[in-house]
């Protein structure tokens, strides 16, 4: 957004850093997703490696989240990098532990060292198609979710591994899903979860959503992290009363294993790429959803 012109502004109209803005809004840590060769190198390990340098440099924390692809990984594409594709499945895994490592060492160089790391994102139904599907070969998505978990426990034994999945409100996904994980060796320290509601259904929503991070924990002992949220910008009100709603949700789980929320992807305005679900107006300030990160 910055390198095609676009400007952030605070409240009262004055230009801002757009990371310094998200700070003096409540946001405490930045997601940055990593992947492996991207086309037009945003999203490298280049170019995470700056904007995490240039996160912790305002006080941020920082989690990494590997899609293990060239371009965006979620429920329906999770696609091998190009450089993976003709691999054999046990050079894959071995070329997944290599990425991992190689890019956590990059930030370690730089003097970053984050607090939690994604291995996947949105692995509903695992990831590095087709081999790593997991409602078709559980044993072999289990097997790469055990090669990134060791990865990043090797660089940095203090970050905690995420599996992220979408839908936190679908108590079912997780269960089948984490179960087959856990029934395969893999390993993880964070239940991730994706939640992203209608504006008539947002209430149900964090309802079942609290039930499945609950039974989440009694069944896997988990912390539990919202990874991603987001509800369409021109609904702000609405979204403001959902986003403390989830928050106080999160927080009120037993044995502080709430971890916090994360918005996906706040900054958006404009339809940012067609992008509709971001908490920015069309002059380029945050909406008043994003007062709920500094009303907990």
């Known amino acids: 957004m910055e390198h095609d012109g676009v400007k952030f502004y605070n409240m009262a109209g004055a230009q801002q850093d757009c990371i310094q803005l998200l700070k003096d809004k409540g946001i405490n840590s930045i997601r940055l997703r990593v ?12 170019d ?27 429920p ?20 997944l532990a290599t990425h991992t490592k190689a890019v956590m060492n990059q930030l370690k160089l730089a003097g970053v060292t984050p607090e939690w790391v994604q291995v996947g994102n949105e692995t ?24 990134g978990y060791e990865a990043v426990k090797e ?22 899903n984490l179960d087959g994980l856990k029934n395969n060796g893999a390993k993880w320290d964070v239940i991730g ?10 209430q149900a929503a964090t309802t079942q959503c609290l039930a499945n991070m609950n039974d989440m924990i009694t069944r896997f002992g988990s912390e539990i992290m919202i990874s991603e949220v987001g509800m369409p910008a021109d609904q702000p009100a609405v979204c403001k009363a959902f986003l403390k709603d989830i928050i106080a949700k999160n927080k ?18 404009n339809n940012w790429q067609g992008y509709g679900l971001g908490a920015f107006d ?4 945050p909406t008043i959803a994003m007062d709920a990160f500094n009303e907990l």
């Open 48 to 74: 995470v490696t700056a904007q995490a340098v240039r996160a912790k440099n305002k006080g941020m924390r920082i989690m990494i989240d590997f899609h293990y692809s060239d371009t965006w990984a979620d």
């Open 76 to 95: 329906g594409h999770q696609y091998k990098p190009a450089v993976w594709a003709a691999l054999s499945f046990a050079d894959m895994i071995n070329a």
């Open 252 to 269: 009120s789980l037993p044995g502080n294993k709430g971890l916090g929320v994360f918005y996906w992807e706040p900054e958006c305005h």
């Open 124 to 147: 509903n139904d695992g990831m590095l198609w087709e081999e790593g599907r997991a409602s078709a070969h559980m044993a072999q998505y289990a097997a790469l979710v055990k090669a």
């Open 282 to 285: 069309s002059s380029g300030k």
């Open 35 to 46: 992947w492996v060769n991207p086309t037009q190198g945003w999203c490298s390990p280049d």
């Open 155 to 176: 660089v940095s034994s203090s970050s905690k591994v995420i599996v992220h999945i979408s839908n936190g409100a679908d108590n079912g996904l997780f269960r089948w």
């Open 193 to 202: 979860m994706s939640l992203y509601p209608t504006v008539a259904g947002w």
